[in-house]
């Protein structure tokens, strides 16, 4: 299937029916891969795209793969939508995810898992596993996700392609379904680093609709030709510690000898910080989900389960929610509940800032931090079961996002038959440079 390679530029250049081809790819193949929640046959534009299903679609049912959403058909189109839709691109379909975005396999999809194209016993990552399976599958030319925590990095890095997190507020999230307002970001997942900064070019920019979108001109495109053989980075030395897979040690180290080879220089340092990314997000996410996720009750939003009283309507609509969106609601609640908020909270909201004002002092310094983007490669579907040990795989993504930082995961070689992909992360609007970076060592 010759859409395993086709570009956004290919065909932007070409003179095919790609969108027919698309939906065709699609036909044949999405009953073994399971990327597309709902697949859309009539839409106007050239160039064939997915957008993950919590990405308000006008007319177009979007779930976030939750059974309390199962049948919503939103009356309006994402800020990002729009977007696509007035510079050529035709929304193929909605992908599969994590309810509501929360997990890192897509094994939270109230519907299915979706499957890793590399290898059908393993998961394609998560929570943007849809948007990345299609683009490596080659059943669109790309694909739209959200990244809270690593969602559009790590599933990217799990199935062999790009995926970039913008800087935070570079990208309206008007119409993406909140899940931490703080941290969500939409990016694109693509083949090439040119299509990724194509991309970025059409969805960024100031929103009236979302406050903390940035008033900021900015060319995603203009640095793609840029030697970068002076480059200095550096990378943490805990990337060589526990809970890190052999084979992507390996593959970090070679990676760090191909950027040695094309006469960028590569530093350590230590960032011992880092061990308390995953706790201080694991306290700041769900708090904000525990706000953002009370609107879907079935009285406001949401499937209403009608029962005889208010009480019983609310606990049976409520119950439409999935295991880890309830544990993450507790959590959150419990949290942010007077008697405890001293205690985690607050405390997590200082450990973010301490992080991040590291982040931004490496940064000072270096041109980029490297790790690899998951310490792990895809795992056997239904494999793990303790949600800690989910909650670990988010370990190098999750510091971009409590900083707000741009970063980007590109496929760097394999582990055994499975992709491995390296995380390049830059400074707050240096998105430009590292899609520059990115391309330059691809
Ligand atoms: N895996 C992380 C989580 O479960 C990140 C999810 C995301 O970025 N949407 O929260």
């Known amino acids: 299937n010759k859409f395993k390679k086709l570009t956004i530029k290919d065909v932007l250049k070409g003179e095919e029916d790609y969108v027919g081809e698309s939906l065709k790819v699609i036909r044949k193949e999405d009953g073994d891969i399971n990327a597309f929640i709902t697949v859309v046959e009539q839409s106007s534009g050239k160039i064939p795209i997915a957008v993950k299903d919590n990405i308000v679609t006008e007319g177009i049912r979007t779930t976030c793969a939750s059974k309390i959403l199962e049948d919503f058909i939103p009356p309006f189109d994402a800020t990002v939508v729009e977007k696509l839709k007035k510079n050529n691109f035709a929304i193929v379909g909605k992908t599969n995810l994590d309810e509501f975005a929360m997990g890192t396999g897509t094994e939270y999809s109230a519907f299915f898992v979706t499957k890793n194209p590399w290898d059908k016993e393993r998961v394609a990552g998560g929570s943007s596993g849809g948007s990345a399976a299609a683009v490596a599958s080659g059943e669109v030319v790309a694909a739209l996700g959200s990244d809270t925590g690593g969602s559009i990095r790590q599933p990217a890095a799990f199935c062999g392609v790009i995926g970039f997190k913008p800087t935070y507020g570079l990208v309206s999230r008007y119409g993406l379904v909140a899940f931490a307002s703080s941290l969500d970001q939409i990016g694109p997942i693509t083949k090439t680093t040119k299509d990724a900064a194509y991309l970025m070019n059409v969805i960024y920019g100031k929103d009236e609709r979302d406050a903390t979108t940035v008033d900021k001109k900015i060319d995603f495109e203009v640095l793609l030709e840029k030697d970068f053989s002076k480059a200095v980075v ?3 030395e805990e990337v060589f ?31 011992p910080e880092l061990k308390y990314s995953v706790a201080t997000y694991y306290i700041i996410a769900p708090a904000e989900v525990s706000s953002n996720l009370s609107r879907f009750d079935g009285i406001r939003f949401g499937t209403r389960v009608e029962e005889k009283g208010l009480l019983e309507t609310y606990l049976k609509s409520r119950k439409q929610l999935g295991v880890e969106v309830i544990r993450r609601i507790m959590l959150g609640t419990f949290t942010l509940s007077a008697a405890y908020y001293d205690a985690y909270f607050e405390k ?4 973010r800032r301490l992080i991040s004002n590291r982040l931004n002092n490496f940064l000072e310094k270096y041109d980029f931090i490297i790790t690899p983007t998951s310490p792990i490669t895809a795992f056997k579907i239904g494999e793990v079961r303790d949600p800690l040990v989910y909650y670990m795989m988010d370990i190098f993504t999750i510091p971009a996002n409590l900083a707000g930082l741009p970063a980007i995961s590109i496929p760097f070689g394999f582990s055994g038959n499975l992709p ?3 995380q390049i992360m830059g400074k707050r609007f240096d998105d430009p440079k590292v899609l520059g970076f990115a391309n330059f060592i691809e």
């Open 234 to 236: 550096a990378y943490p």
């Open 241 to 271: 510690g526990e809970g890190v897979e052999e084979g992507v040690k390996k593959q970090f180290e070679e990676f760090i000898k191909f950027l040695e080879k094309k006469g960028v220089k590569v530093e350590k340092i230590s960032f």
């Open 348 to 351: 997590a909201q200082k450990v």
């Open 420 to 422: 491995v992909g390296m």
